[in-house]
């Protein structure tokens, strides 16, 4: 269950978390509660994996690039084709979608050159054709998602 | 841009803060710096538009948020800057891209993720995202995700 504090919590402090040398003391102060309230908080959320993290958010392509990559793969081969994919250590995100396009992944790599080669590498050993889809433009303003924390 | 030590502090942190009273303290401590120095250059990457943001990471899904799309949108390319703004702005859209067509099995070229509690509260939300575009879509879809197959935190892939 969570209580008004988790919910403070959370859609308050996804962006601006303070940094400063005592920030758990800080959002104590601001909310008028403990340092020991406030980390507790956020340990229950953290061991319940109601948050996957607290820390800086990094936009994708600032470091190394990136890129979505979509495959057409038939469903008897997907599950083969998906664990193959996923065992890049250069792939950090791989969906199943229902669509033509069924297989969707992220790669993420240090350069242009790398993303290529690992991109390369996927065809051959999984002999399906990737369509390679780079972000060209980012259009969001990330100040945190709003989250509706009623009625649950 | 980036010298070695603020990859190592954004590497040491993306797991994310520890959850002690001085967390750059922590990670100061781990790499050999100052809290002060950790901090600083924290706080330039993200002034420089490096570091996007600094805070919690909500798990949409174990929130309740079980339903999300990838919506995908076939906007004319002279309007697309103008429409994706638009549609970045969105409260319910986490994500927001203009990326490549691929004609002729692939016409889509703005990507935006939308995620809800309920079909109703999704399907709604793509319906606003239509109204928004009005004449300016030629075409969309909606890819729901039936699985996931592999999910990692952000990690650098930089060499050393």
């Known amino acids: ?152 | 841009m980036l010298d070695e030590t603020d990859r190592k502090i954004i590497q040491a942190t993306q797991a994310g803060l520890p959850l002690t009273p001085q967390p750059y303290q922590a990670i100061a401590e781990q790499l050999g710096l100052t809290a002060d120095d950790v901090m600083m250059r924290l706080s330039t990457m993200q002034n420089s538009g490096i570091i996007r943001r600094i805070g919690a990471v909500p798990n949409h899904y174990k929130l309740g948020y079980r339903f999300n799309g990838m919506t995908v949108w076939n906007i004319p390319d002279e309007f697309i800057d103008e429409m994706g703004q638009k549609v970045g702005q969105l409260e319910f859209v986490s994500h927001c891209y203009h990326r490549p067509r691929h004609p002729p099995e692939w016409l889509y070229n703005l990507f935006a993720m939308v995620h809800g509690k309920t079909q109703e509260a999704v399907d709604q939300q793509i319906q606003q995202i239509s109204d928004l575009l009005g004449d300016y879509n030629l075409g969309s879809d909606v890819l729901y995700s039936t699985k996931i197959l592999k999910k990692t935190g952000f990690r650098t892939t930089a060499r050393r």
């Open chain 1, 1 to 152: 269950m969570l209580t008004t504090l988790h919910k403070q919590l959370l859609n308050d402090y996804q962006h601006d978390f303070p940094l400063s040398a005592r920030p758990y003391q800080d959002i104590a102060d601001a909310l008028g509660v403990t340092e020991a309230e406030v980390l507790s908080a956020f340990t229950e959320l953290n061991d319940n994996n109601l948050i996957s993290r607290i820390g800086p958010v990094i936009p994708p392509n600032h470091i190394g690039v990136s890129a979505l990559v979509a495959m057409s793969v038939p469903e008897q081969h997907l599950q083969t084709v998906a664990d193959i994919i996923s065992a890049y250590p250069e792939v950090n995100h791989n969906y199943e979608r229902e669509h033509r396009f069924n297989l969707w992944f992220v790669v993420i790599a240090s350069d242009t050159e790398h993303l290529h080669a690992v991109i390369d590498s996927i065809e051959r050993e999984t002999s399906y054709p990737a369509m390679l889809l780079p972000m060209l433009d980012d259009f969001f303003i990330d100040l945190g998602f709003k989250l509706d924390l009623n009625n649950d």
